[in-house]
């Protein structure tokens, strides 16, 4: 028969180990309780830096083209004339002298190139029907020369009717069938047109300025045989 004292300590002992772990058992980690894991540090990836990347353009500053489009050079141009043709800036440029058989006439007295405007053949700018009109009236007084050029521009006939003597010498030149230097040509700027001389080729300075009247008439030639003949 075993004695119960006995038991009776063992059933203290465990149920004194099952209540009250040792502080050997804690350290360890006994009962769920663990030692926290040391995480590894992760090892820093160093950047490599980028190259530099340069444009052309860091270097040299961006150079706009110097050059003009044909319309602007073409506007430049349109705009020179109209400012010669309005300010009579080459009525200087022409010199009246007498011809003893055409009488006056003009001679440059500077060089011109072909193609260069010459001068204005300034004058009243009347309609056709009033130009012949007053051509009809000017053939009544033999005093009067014929200063009318008649044209016809934008499929209008117009006429410069240059019979008033003035300061313009345009009005002057005179005729050559054979030889003429001049073109006439009619220009427009603001809805205003004009007719003007240009260069038929280089004109040396001391030389007659001479154009083409396109008169054919039997009556032209009968009464000035030099429009013929020059």
């Known amino acids: 028969m075993k004695r119960g004292g006995r038991k009776g300590n ?19 980690g006994a009962f769920g309780r663990q ?15 980028k190259k530099a ?15 003009k489009t044909v319309n602007q050079l073409k506007e430049e ?15 200087h440029k022409l010199d009246i002298y007498i011809d003893p058989v055409k009488g006056r006439g003009c001679r440059a007295n500077i060089n011109f190139h072909k193609g260069d405007y010459v001068v204005e053949y300034k004058g009243n ?26 044209f016809e521009f934008h499929g209008k006939k117009w006429c410069v009717d240059a019979t008033e003597e003035t300061e313009f010498k345009g009005r ?21 047109h004009f007719l003007i001389f240009v260069a038929l080729r280089d004109i040396v300075s001391g030389e007659e300025l001479l154009y083409d009247y396109g008169d054919r008439s ?11 003949n020059s």
Do not use: C
Not at 77 to 91: G, S
């Open 172 to 192: 002057l030149i005179n005729h050559s069938l054979l030889k003429p230097n001049l073109k006439t040509k009619v220009v427009e700027f603001n809805g205003k």
């Open 35 to 49: 030692t926290p894991a040391v995480e590894t540090p992760k090892p820093i990836k160093k950047r490599t830096p």
């Open 125 to 150: 700018m009347i309609p056709y029907s009033t130009a012949k009109k007053t051509e009809s009236e000017y053939k009544l007084n033999d005093d009067i020369g014929s200063f009318m050029y008649f």
């Open 10 to 28: 063992k059933n203290r002992s465990i149920a004194r180990n099952t209540t009250s772990p040792l502080a050997s058992d804690i350290e360890n």
């Open 53 to 67: 990347q340069f444009r052309l353009t860091d270097y040299y500053g961006v150079r706009k083209s110097g050059r």
């Open 218 to 228: 039997s009556e032209a030639a009968e009464d000035h045989p030099w429009l013929i």
């Open 77 to 91: 141009a349109d705009r020179d004339l109209y400012m010669k043709i309005i300010n009579h800036e080459t009525e």
